[in-house]
């Protein structure tokens, strides 16, 4: 069994270091721990060790774990299918994986009518190209951005990305700056729309995403595995 409070405090410190690199501080980036497959227990160890953002990424998952855990603030990584809306809304403060319109329109009209919207939106973004993964092209991102943040219900906080499996972290670099350019030239075209959130960078690939600007990384197996 992994030791959760010796990889928190490694996660938290190579944070701050990474942060350091750019004369960020790490208190803006935030540490959301991924706890697909962790069990309660262990994830009550982690809020022991001072945890308190965590994510999911699937609603079933989340829907059997996230009432036996008090006192959480909950993420949904993972992507959404629309009939899977209402019961997220329940159960999230924040979805990541916002892909397209009919999505965010959905999240929109079902906020609207649950207490506690509206609830944060993250548009995630297809940095890699590959087709097997989630979310709107980089091309489309704009026009997106342009639709969800008309929508009552929901309030557009930022983008997400993942980078493609590399073999070292170094290589992951060019998708989080395509990230962070995408978002800067967005918010150039939409001054008023604020994206101050990126979300990028997991376990084997946060700190060098940490340098290119994130404010949200998701990290699980260095903390549970
Ligand atoms: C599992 C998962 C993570 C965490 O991945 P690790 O490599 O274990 O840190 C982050 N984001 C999403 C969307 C995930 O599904």
């Known amino acids: 069994m992994a030791d959760i409070g010796a990889n928190v405090a490694r996660v938290r410190a190579r944070i701050a270091e990474a942060a350091a690199r750019r004369s960020r501080r790490p208190e803006d980036v935030t540490l959301v721990a991924v706890t697909k497959t962790v069990t309660p227990e262990r994830i009550r160890e982690a809020m022991a060790c001072g945890l308190r953002v965590f994510g999911e990424n699937r609603v079933q998952e989340a829907r059997d774990k996230i009432p036996a855990i008090a006192g959480a603030s909950w993420h949904l990584v993972g992507s959404l299918q629309r009939n899977k809306v209402k019961e997220a809304l ?11 319109l009919p999505l965010a329109e959905e999240i929109s009209r079902r906020a609207l009518q649950a207490p506690g919207h509206p609830v944060d939106v993250l548009i995630e ?27 009552a219900g929901i ?35 939409m001054p008023d729309v604020a994206l101050d959130e990126l979300s990028m960078g ?6 060098v995403a940490i340098e290119e600007g994130s404010t949200m990384v998701r990290i699980g197996r260095a903390l549970f595995a």
């Open 90 to 100: 329940r159960l999230f403060e924040m979805i990541h994986s916002v892909d397209g």
């Open 202 to 207: 997991m376990t084997d690939d946060f700190e």
């Open 125 to 151: 973004v297809n940095i890699s190209g590959e087709p097997q993964k989630h979310g709107v092209s980089p091309e489309d991102t704009a026009a997106l951005v342009s639709g969800a943040v008309r929508l």
């Open 155 to 189: 309030r557009l906080r930022g983008l997400m990305g993942m980078a493609p499996a590399v073999p070292r972290p170094e290589d992951a670099r060019p998708f989080f700056r395509s990230l962070r350019e995408l978002r800067d030239r967005v918010r150039g075209e």
